[in-house]
């Protein structure tokens, strides 16, 4: 859902981006996600991950998606141990 709230919407893109990642033997992760994935637009992304991290808040999805940008853009992301635990329990 996040690679759809930064322009890659469709899952041939992403299947595009992945598409060297896995060796045959492999199981192919990016495929089963997309299987779950239950949205197709970066509108309906952004709006179902800003549900996740603030619960109960109104927001329409121009503004759910420049949130979310502004949560993952510049110096402001620190993926050390402890920020992936909070990602990980928020969603």
């Known amino acids: 859902m996040l690679l759809r709230v930064f ?6 893109v992403i299947n595009e981006l992945f598409g060297g990642i ?8 990016i495929e089963y996600t997309l299987k779950k994935d239950t949205t197709s637009t970066a509108g309906e ?5 800003y549900n996740k991290l603030r619960p109960g808040e109104l927001i329409d999805v121009d503004n759910a998606i420049s949130y ?8 402001r992301i620190n993926l050390g141990g402890i920020a992936r635990r909070k ?3 928020k969603l």
């Open 7 to 12: 322009e890659l919407e469709s899952d041939e």
């Open 22 to 29: 896995f060796d045959e033997e492999d199981f192919n992760y």
């Open 45 to 49: 992304a952004a709006l179902y991950i």
């Open 68 to 75: 979310i940008k502004s949560l993952f853009g510049g110096e």
């Open 87 to 89: 990602i990980n329990v």
